[in-house]
Structures are given as C-alpha cells and as structure tokens.
C-alpha cells in the first residue's frame, strides 16, 4: 500500500472517529442543584412533551432543547422520548396549530448548561462529561 493511501485512510477514520464521539457520548438531564423533584424517564418526557408544567414538587418547569437535527437532540428524542424528529415534528406542529403548546426553547450547549444553573426552572440535557456542581443530573442517557 502507497505511504499517501496510508495517509489518507488514516486521516479518514479519525475524521470519522471525532464526529462520532457526541453520537457515543452519554448524556444527562440536568436540572438546577437546589431542584429535590425525582424525575425518571417517564416525567422527564411528559415535561418535554408538554404533557405536563410543573415538576413533581409543584415548581414551574420550562425544558430546553439542544439544537434541532444536532447529535445530543436526536439521542435524546430516540433515548428518552422514543420518537424520531419526524414525529415530534408533526406532533408539535398539531398542538402549536391548535394552540395546545409549545415546543420546548432550542438553546446551544453551552446555553443550556448556564441557563439550567442559573434558574431553578429549566431542565436540559447536556454531555455527561459537561456536568459539574452547576447542576444536578438526574439522569443518564
């Protein structure tokens, strides 16, 4: 095999290797550190849904969504909300339609990390590794 083959193929796996990290990476739902509601699964994708606005104990909640057609998104959509981005398309666009809900607010990584540590009422999810004592996870993914 020529040395730039060689090259080539190795210069093509890692590019393949680093945009597949965020896709492997595991997730979690963070909310802010003074927030003592459990959350499992199954309220966490109420929330998102817009099913229901309030966290267990009673307190406001306002989810936050990462970027649409980004890694982290579509993790979550299969993983917590086990629908593609096709369905909640159509499901956000009949509920908006009707006056029903709305979707949750699209922030970028780092928005969603500083906006969940500053407000008691936001919910979001980031990469696992991004956690720290600025937030509570409450769960993985």
Known sequence: MKKSTVYQVCILLT???FFNLPVNAE?????HPSNSASLDK?????????????????GAVVPLNQA????PREAFNQ????KTSAQLKAYWS??????????PKDVS???AKSLVASNP?????????????????VMSF
């Open 15 to 17: 590019t393949a290797l």
């Open 27 to 31: 997730m979690a739902v963070i909310v």
């Open 94 to 103: 009949k509920l908006v339609f009707t006056g029903k809900g709305t979707p």
């Open 68 to 71: 649409e057609g980004s890694a």
């Open 79 to 82: 993983n917590v909300l086990s």
């Open 109 to 111: 990584v780092g928005e």
């Open 42 to 58: 199954s309220v966490i994708s109420k929330i998102f849904l817009g099913k229901t606005k309030k966290f267990p104990g009673g």
């Open 121 to 137: 009422n936001f919910i979001g999810y980031i990469d696992s590794a991004e956690a720290d004592a600025s937030v509570k996870v």
